[in-house]
Nanobody, 122 residues
Framework: VQLQASGGGLVQAGGSLRLSCAASGRTFSSYAMGWFRQAPGKAREFVAGITWTSTTNYADSVKGRFTISRDNNKKALYLQMNSLKSEDTAVYYC?????????????????WGQGTLVTVSS
């Protein structure tokens, strides 16, 4: 599976962005998917995950502001980010794991995209 993240950019605090992740491979629909992020000087952290049946899970820091979704027909993963804060500034990565279930640990994911930078100005 190859993953390609896109949609990052510069946005003012309070604004919105939508990240996309295009996937290749025949078994995308059976994989759990996740979004992670890494801020400067910090470890990579879990943001949101979605199972193959679109059950979702979010980090507390983004609950109510971010929405993860997937389109299995298009082999695409999305992250709608609203009410952005300066602390959301990070490189965002999409990831896939060869399991139906979401986990928050990055070691649980088998495939990673290259990352897309989100910068939120205050």
């Amino acid at each position: 599976v190859q993953l390609q993240a896109s949609g990052g950019g510069l946005v003012q605090a309070g604004g919105s962005l939508r990240l996309s992740c295009a996937a290749s491979g025949r078994t995308f629909s059976s994989y759990a998917m996740g979004w992670f992020r890494q801020a400067p000087g910090k470890a990579r952290e879990f943001v949101a995950g979605i199972t193959w049946t679109s059950t979702t899970n979010y980090a507390d820091s983004v609950k109510g502001r971010f929405t993860i979704s997937r389109d299995n027909n298009k082999k695409a993963l999305y992250l709608q980010m609203n009410s952005l804060k300066s602390e959301d500034t990070a490189v965002y990565y999409c990831a896939a794991r060869t399991s139906h279930l979401v986990v928050s640990a990055e070691y649980g994911y088998n495939y990673w995209g290259q990352g897309t930078l989100v910068t939120v100005s205050s």
